[in-house]
């Protein structure tokens, strides 16, 4: 079965699937289909179902829904030249893990899809419904037009955690929000400008790995930015540029500005590296100064842009409070995935997480009141909310029974602090459906360094 896996695993590898470009992936799972026998159906947006009939043994066994996602993360190094529309993932193996050469490894969700395919193919199981959904890493649109009459089954087995041993019951509530100022003031810059690049933070999930004493580039940038005006070295800033991966921690940051005292800010900066490798996991950080032949305006806001960044400074980027009850699992959180500063708008990207609706509320708040009464305008994309499966339940309780037999180990029943498919599967099939999420071991996702047990 292992082996079967990791063959269907080589054969998803070679195909380029990004989240809205999951054509190609969904042709081969219907071929696949269709080659075993397998009857199909789609919705309006391409979500798939493959359905399984139950071998004779088990024909009188409930139908249970085995769910992965076809999209995947597109993250690569800076050195890779790797294209995510057309090239394959190059799949290599070391101290049984699979890994990828400079790229995510997209087990985050292609080991989902290749079990749920050997699943069906066993000698033995109940009847099966393969439910293979797109667009689970940017935004989780399909939700809003799944056919829940494409399916039958109550108990649902989610193919997309993260550790063998755990079975997940609960995931968090979370909001998106956009926030942005439109067509700042730009002058001409008085000093020398310098393009400042910062990379090599170490990468993550921006959820899972949280708790993990990683740190965002772009709450560095912040700090640096902080302590620059404490310092009292005059700068003001052209440009800034900080995307990336919405669900990955921020690993780089761009920054042109003028400044009186390069030499000034360059020990600053030294001595904030190091100061950042030695208080969490960043052994690599490094920068590169270069003088700017073609200078930039600068932004100037009607109001103080230095208060502003201050401001940005204060907001809680990271972890805002453990969970009391489950061991290690964090309870809220807050990130910004993107600050860029244009010529023509400045804007951020934040998510808002909490496994308590009330906090998470309490969180949008205090968040709006500071954007607003600086001038930003908010808009909250969408909000996804919290699922809590009963740890008691049959479905939980059958699995945790197997887990038992084949591990000659007990399964941990946690909570994770991230989104999960199971709550829309079960706020949308049926209020009594069952869902949980296991399987396999995966590390660094969402990175390049991502490796699969």
Known sequence: MQSKIIDYFL???KIPRASKKEEKIRDFLINWAILKGFSYRTDEIWNLVVYVSATADKKDSEIIILQ????????KSSISNHNFDTDSIDVYEDNWYLKAHWTTLWAD?????????????????????????????QWLWWVSAFDTTLVKGRKIINLDYEDEKVICVSCA???WIYVTKENPIFIKPKFDQY???IFW??????????DKNRWSAIKFIL?????????????????LLSWFAWNAIPKEVDIIIWVENISALNDILEELIEQTKNTYDCPAIHFKISPVKKRKNVAVLEYNWINILDLFDKIKIWIHKMNKDIPDLVQSSQSIWIFNITEKSIHLRCLLRSSLNSELDEMERNFYDSMEKIGFELT?????YWWQQDPNSSLVQDVFEEYKKFYWDHAKISAVHAWLECWILVSRIWEWTQSISIWPSIDWVHSFHEKCK
């Open 109 to 137: 969700n292609w080991i989902g899809l290749a079990i749920a395919m050997v699943c069906a193919e066993l000698e033995s199981h109940p009847a099966l419904e393969l439910l293979f959904t797109v667009d689970e890493e």
């Open 380 to 384: 909250q994309e969408c909000k996804f």
């Open 223 to 239: 700090n640096f930015f902080r302590i620059l005006k404490e310092k009292k070295i005059s700068f003001e800033i052209a440009s």
């Open 195 to 197: 393009e400042i690049k």
């Open 68 to 75: 992965a996602h076809m999209d995947m993360v597109c993250v």
């Open 201 to 210: 933070f170490k990468w993550g999930h921006s959820w899972d790995d949280i």
């Open 173 to 175: 509530w979370w909001a």
């Open 11 to 13: 054969q998803i590898s």
